[in-house]
């Protein structure tokens, strides 16, 4: 006789269909390679020979022809290299949002609810008497029925004034982001990797925003000697370069762009690891590695003092445990009346998850 038998359910990872999970594993390579497909294929085809990452039916010839058949990769003509698509770097920030900020789905078109009932554009539970200047499509149609049936009865139908029910409304934010990334030498030096987790965390913000949070602006800057801005697109192939760190640069380029954009709520967001080292004064820089420069702190701060006067909030991610380091960015903090994490790169991508969320359920 034959039964059927239940059993708890384990996902396993092999069951993950080859291509799906050979391209989990290539996107996070491409993330450290800054987009070199090449060198990316180069070490999935080691790490392939020491771990068995694929088969006698599939090999990593059979994962390239995959991808270039589904618009994953593309042969430039006149380079003759293999280069990411897209669709690939969507991809890429698709996965860098999952990895940090969790099990976040997309949703509607979302945005930053904050606690207080008004005219908004989203519906919530509550009810209440009409007002006058409430608007007729704000009208609860079945609860002012159920008003006027109770007060006049079923047999003669009228309603009054006093049975109207309004659906009450949340007030939505809208909130414009400048994320700046330091991309100074020191990103990369005594041992650790500080990029590739501020990549990360940037690639996820702006996904998330994407998708979860359409009506908001993000603008995204890299600072070194110099600071500029760059687009979405390109997160995945930044990397740092021989540079000093320019933090005054960073703030005047976030200030400039934060000035343009319409919505009220302006934060910058600004992840570094060390001190401002640089100042750029006419066609000249002015540098020193060594210490606290009393002319280039007092420059960073003031433009601290001025983002205070102008309501923009600076949320400092500091992924350096130095105790002097600490305490230029507690001063820094103190004068714009901002915040600041000591986080390290592991905790990076959770601390400003928690303040972007957090930030938004109420006006700045």
């Not at 006149?78 to 969507?90: D, L, P």
């Not at 967001?269 to 002319?295: E, H, V, W």
């Not at 305490?327 to 601390?351: M, P, R």
Request: proline share 3%; charged share 30%.
């Amino acid at each position: 006789m034959r039964g059927i038998i239940f059993s708890r359910f384990n996902p396993d990872e092999n069951t993950k269909p080859p291509f799906k999970k050979l391209l989990d594993l290539f996107t996070q390579l491409l993330t450290y390679t800054s987009g070199d497909v090449t060198e990316a294929l180069q070490w999935l085809t080691e790490l392939d020979k020491e771990f068995g990452l694929t088969s006698n039916d599939y090999g990593v010839g059979d994962f390239i022809r995959e991808m270039k058949e589904k618009g994953y990769l593309r042969d430039n003509e006149e380079s003759g290299k293999t280069e990411m698509t897209s669709k690939t770097e969507q991809t890429i920030r698709k996965s860098a949002l999952e990895e940090i900020f969790g099990k976040l789905k997309k949703s509607a078109t979302g945005n930053h609810n904050i606690r207080k009932s008004g005219i908004g554009d989203e519906l919530n539970a509550e009810t209440r008497p009409f007002e006058f200047g409430d608007g007729v499509d704000q009208l609860d149609i079945t609860a002012s029925i159920r008003n006027a049936q109770i007060n006049h009865g079923i047999d003669s139908f009228s309603i009054s004034q006093d049975d109207l029910e309004i659906k009450e409304t949340d007030y939505k934010t809208q909130t414009s982001t400048a994320l700046m990334i330091d991309i100074s030498h020191s990103m990369i030096l005594y041992g650790e990797d500080r990029i590739t987790p501020a990549k990360k965390v940037a690639m996820a913000l702006s996904e998330l925003i994407i998708t979860r949070y359409p009506k908001d602006t993000l603008d995204i800057i890299v600072f070194g000697n110099d600071a500029w801005q760059i687009e979405i697109k390109d997160l995945p192939y930044l990397q740092v370069g021989p540079y000093h760190t320019n933090t005054v640069a960073g703030l005047e380029l976030a200030m400039d762009l934060l000035r343009r954009r319409r919505n009220p709520n302006k934060q910058i967001f600004m992840i570094t690891d060390g001190k401002p080292t640089c100042l750029k004064i006419g066609k000249d820089y002015y540098k020193n590695s060594f210490g606290l420069d009393r002319k280039i702190l007092n420059r960073t701060l003031n433009l601290a003092a001025q983002c205070k006067k102008l309501k923009i909030p600076i949320t400092t991610f500091m992924v350096a445990s130095d105790p002097w380091l600490q305490k230029f960015v507690t001063e820094f903090t103190e004068t714009n009346n901002g915040k600041a994490f000591f986080s390290g790169t592991d905790k990076l991508g959770q601390f400003l998850f928690y303040d972007f969320e957090n930030g938004k359920r109420k006006l700045f």
